[in-house]
Structure formats: structure tokens, C-alpha cells
């Protein structure tokens, strides 16, 4: 039996006779044989791989989206190539590795490499950003209202009769960061309290910056009933440095987050934090690249977020004024 006729059995492009067809399956599956999808994908002019760069491969907020990108790609027939760098030295380095493989398309999750590197990509390949805008592709980013989670989660407190609410924010240079805090000053100055520059201190996402910046807080003395994280990570990790100080949540502070990761709702206590539909996010985006994969129209909404109130939260013992 000839080579020609066992690939035209194993593509399915060409009728081929039923003995025939029966003796090359039966010879497959005598070798165990597994056709190289990678080779047939090249050879049609296609790869069938998905590049996807994330900034935290680690991180449970970028591994909930990744969980989605997954699932998006089910029974579509592409599979994803995974790299993640957290620097940016390791963003370019994990770009540059997928880049080198062939991939069709590119998914970026978050990240820290520069927007104009990004847009050259984009000229040549379809592209879709996750956690992140790049300005010149808005149409690509799939991103939530993080003002308004932040407002939300602010106005919150102050509707409980928090007037002091300090604010720990992530790396100043991430936008997500940055629209959060806007929305938490927006908030105060609705309600006409003053910002307090003195109660934002600056983390980078992650426990360790946030036990810090409660502990530093706590040392100034400086005033605060109330305390939003930019996430819960920070979150937790200053709640750590409250339960060093003997401070209870909610009894002496109020505590609040912003992603309700899995955890929050098992945390002690149970953490009230601002929801975002990572998986969503994730199979949103990559079912539209795949329609831009197929040349067929597609779009990407904006998501919205949720205020998810547990236990962490209550009306202050006293009047810090």
C-alpha cells in the first residue's frame, strides 16, 4: 500500500476505496500511530497553535483567565502555547519565545510589554488583549469597569459611615491600577471628603506589598476606619498585618478586595471584594480571535464588575473625625 493512499485515508481529502481504508485504520491502530497535527497544520499553510503571553502564569487572577482561553478553544481545533514573564525583561524574553514558534494568532494577558511592540505584532498577526488596552486597538481589549468597581467599593464604605478609607493600589505604571484609584477618589469627592494622600500607599499586587503597606499605615498612625486593597491579594496580606497588630475585621477595621478570587469567600473573614468575570473574560476573547482566525466579524464587550459583600465590611466602632 502506497504512502499517498494511507494520507489520503488519514486526511479524508480523497475517496478512497473501503478495503483500503480498512487496512491502513487497521495498520493505525496496530502502531499506535498519532498523525503530527503540527506538520499537517504547516503544510496547509496554518499552524493551528495560539499563542498566548501572560504576565503571571502563577497568579490566580491570570490563571482563571487562562482557565477560559482553554475552554474557549475547545473543539475548535487550535490549542494554546502558554509563556509568561512577570519583569518586563521576562515579558519580552516570553514574546520572543512564542514568536518563534508559528504561531496563527496571539493572545495577550496583562503584561508590561510596551503597547507599540504590540501593534507592530498586530499588523501581522490577529491579536486580542486581555487585562490591558493598547491604544490604537480599543476594538481588541477585552477589559472591565474598574473605575466603577472601585467607585462601588468605596462609595460602600462610605455608606457605612467610613469617612478615613485608605487605599492600597498596584504598580502605579499598571492601568488597571490606575483607573482604581480614580475611581476610589471619584467617590470621596462625590461624597465630599477630601483625598488624603497620605492614606494611598503604592503596592505591586502581590501579599508582601500589601502586609507592607498596612504595616507602614499602622506605624504612621495616620488615621483609617477602612481599608481598600487594589486586589485580594493585598487584601490578605494586610489583613495579616491587622491580626499582628490585634486589630479585628470588621470590628476595628473594614477590609475590602477587588477580584474575588476563589479564596476570598473562604478567607476569615469572609472578604468582601469586587468581582470580575475572569473565565468569562478569557473564552470572550479568544472565541473572537478564532472568528478573526475564520475572517468572520466579531466583538469584544466590555464586562462589568460586582460588588460581593461578606463579613470583612461593617459600620466603624467610632467616629474617626
Given amino acids: 500500500m502506497s504512502a499517498s493512499t494511507a494520507s489520503r485515508v488519514l486526511s479524508g481529502t480523497t475517496p478512497v476505496a473501503p478495503s483500503k481504508r480498512r487496512a491502513v485504520l487497521a495498520a493505525v491502530a496496530a502502531l499506535h500511530y498519532r498523525p503530527n497535527l503540527v506538520a499537517q497544520g504547516l503544510a496547509r499553510g496554518r499552524s493551528h497553535a495560539i499563542g498566548v503571553l501572560t504576565q503571571e502564569i502563577s497568579h490566580l487572577f491570570y490563571s482563571q483567565i487562562l482557565g477560559g482561553i482553554e475552554h474557549g478553544l475547545r473543539g475548535s481545533g487550535y490549542y494554546p502555547v502558554f509563556a509568561s514573564g512577570g519583569t518586563p525583561e521576562d515579558c519580552k524574553r516570553a514574546l520572543d519565545l512564542l514568536l518563534s514558534f508559528p504561531v496563527d494568532a496571539l493572545a ?25 488596552t493598547l491604544h490604537g486597538l480599543d476594538e481588541r481589549c477585552v477589559h472591565v469597569a474598574n473605575i466603577e468597581g472601585a467607585y462601588s467599593a468605596t462609595r460602600y464604605l462610605i455608606e457605612l459611615g467610613h469617612r478615613r478609607i485608605a487605599h492600597i493600589t498596584g504598580p502605579s505604571s499598571h492601568a488597571d491600577s490606575v483607573d482604581r484609584v480614580r475611581g476610589y477618589e471619584k467617590a470621596l469627592v462625590d461624597e465630599g471628603i477630601g483625598v488624603d494622600p497620605r492614606l494611598i500607599i503604592e503596592g505591586d499586587f502581590g501579599e508582601e506589598s500589601g502586609f507592607a503597606a498596612a504595616d507602614g499605615l499602622l506605624r504612621s498612625r495616620v488615621r483609617f476606619t477602612a481599608l481598600f486593597a487594589g486586589n485580594d491579594q493585598m487584601a490578605r496580606g494586610a489583613a495579616l498585618a491587622f491580626l499582628r497588630k490585634g486589630l479585628r475585621i470588621p470590628a476595628d477595621v473594614s477590609l475590602v478586595g477587588f477580584d474575588d478570587e476563589p479564596a476570598a469567600a473562604y478567607a476569615w473573614p469572609p472578604l468582601t471584594t469586587v468581582r470580575q468575570p475572569t473565565l468569562e473574560m478569557g473564552e470572550t476573547a479568544i472565541r473572537a480571535l478564532l472568528e478573526d482566525l475564520q475572517g468572520r466579524p466579531f466583538s469584544v464587550p466590555h464586562f462589568r464588575t460586582e460588588l460581593v459583600i461578606r463579613d470583612s465590611t461593617a459600620a466603624p466602632a467610632a467616629d474617626p473625625r
Fill in 108 to 132: 495577550v494577558v496583562g503584561g508590561s510589554v510596551p503597547d507599540d511592540d504590540l501593534l507592530r505584532i498586530a499588523e501581522q498577526l490577529p491579536l486580542v488583549a486581555i487585562a490591558r
